[in-house]
């Protein structure tokens, strides 16, 4: 290809990259508008509370109990001479 194309096909790569960056700032606009400024709705916050307690009481269950033995775990090999972080 002819280098002068390589040059007409990176403006044109970086035309579309303004434009999408144009229509981003937009749409966060726009959002942000319909929110009064914040970013989530109650709702999103109220799910996003649930899910997090959700993870933290499934976590806690698989503390309590220990893995069963008929677990296939493969785990490699650490390479010699390096120290345990």
């Given at each position: 290809m002819h280098p002068i194309?390589?040059?007409d096909l990176a403006k044109a790569r970086i035309a579309d990259l303004h434009q999408q960056a144009e229509r981003d700032r937009m749409a966060r606009a726009a959002r942000l508008?319909?929110?009064d400024g914040r970013l989530l709705a109650p709702a999103h916050h109220a799910m996003a509370l649930?899910?997090?307690a959700l993870a933290v009481l499934r976590g806690?269950?698989?503390q309590n109990?220990?893995?069963s033995t008929e677990?296939?775990?493969v785990t490699t090999p650490r390479p010699?001479?390096?120290a345990l972080s």
């Open positions: 194309m390589h040059y508008a319909r929110t649930a899910r997090r806690r269950r698989l109990h220990p893995p677990s296939h775990v010699p001479g390096r």
